[in-house]
């Protein structure tokens, strides 16, 4: 290899390392976004539902917990991408079932939707009430 491929090499190799330092940035400045608690109304098949989205950011990870007057379950494998963030919880009231979230965050407002089994997603909408 010639001193002229080793530079264009060279180039190559820093503009890719560059290009994944950019995106790792992006993305964990894209964590901070979700970060907050969230006042969400789910409408489900038997009612609306009021549920508190408590979600923080640490050392580039998500965390998050979902409350209701009946039980406080914590997110599980949640990913962000952009603005969207999937995660799935196992809950018990009203009765036992695995929660697939697929939620987009602009701002303040949270919307999106919960899915469970075979059922219809249900809609979800809401509002950061503070900041994590």
Do not use: C, H, Y
């Given at each position: 290899?010639?001193?002229?491929?080793?530079?264009?090499?060279a180039a190559c190799v820093a503009r890719r390392i560059q290009a994944r330092i950019t995106e790792l940035q992006r993305t964990k400045n894209d964590l901070s976004a979700f970060a907050g608690s969230w006042d969400v109304t789910i409408?489900?098949?038997?009612?609306?539902?009021?549920?508190?989205?408590d979600i923080t950011e640490e050392n580039g990870a998500i965390h998050g917990t979902a409350r209701s007057d009946a039980e406080t379950v914590e997110f599980v494998d949640p990913v962000a991408d952009?603005?969207?963030l999937t995660?799935?919880?196992?809950?018990?009231?009203?009765?036992?079932?695995?929660?697939?979230?697929d939620v987009t965050?602009?701002?303040d407002t949270m919307t999106g939707t919960s899915k469970?089994?075979?059922?219809p997603a249900s809609k979800l909408y809401g509002s950061r009430s503070s900041t994590g």
């Open positions: 290899m010639d001193a002229f491929s080793r530079e264009l090499n409408d489900t098949p038997i009612g609306k539902m009021a549920v508190v989205f952009g603005n969207r995660w799935s919880q196992d809950v018990t009231t009203p009765m036992k079932l695995t929660l697939k979230f965050v602009e701002g469970a089994g075979i059922v």
